[in-house]
């Protein structure tokens, strides 16, 4: 199994940046697409963006395009979700997850086998 611990949550300020990280450890061979998702209160479970093995291809969620960037460094196992233009709608629990789906990168969430446990990203109005 891959185990993935997502980092790097907090508060910010509106119009600021944060960056998420996520690691992957276990059986990295089932390391293929990466994906953010997020979960506001009261909220579905909304996609935020994917990456391909080894990260030539991305797929941007609509709200997100043109202010969230997503990269991958495959020697050290970890996934970054760059974010600018924070606004106060962006607050929400963040999950890394893991696909074995790999091109083109998946959207939905039932297409993710491992998640991680959520890392909290609060953006003061």
């Known amino acids: 199994q891959v185990q993935l611990i997502e980092s790097g949550g907090g508060l910010v300020q509106d119009g600021g940046s944060l960056t998420l990280s996520c690691a992957a450890s276990?059986?990295?061979?089932?390391?293929?697409?990466v994906g953010w998702f997020r979960q506001a209160p009261g909220k579905e479970r909304e996609f935020v963006a994917s990456i391909s093995w080894p990260g030539r291809k991305t797929t941007i969620g609509k709200s997100v395009k043109g202010r969230f960037t997503i990269s991958r460094d495959n020697v050290k196992y970890t996934a970054d979700l760059q974010m600018n233009a924070l606004r106060p709608e962006d607050t929400a629990i963040y999950y890394c997850?893991?696909?074995?789906?790999?091109?083109?990168?998946?959207?939905?969430?039932?297409?993710?086998?491992?998640w991680g446990q959520g890392t909290q990203v609060t953006v003061s109005s």
């Open positions: 276990g059986r990295t061979l089932q390391w293929l697409s």
């Open positions: 997850a893991a696909s074995g789906i790999n091109s083109p990168p998946p959207d939905r969430s039932e297409e993710f086998e491992y």
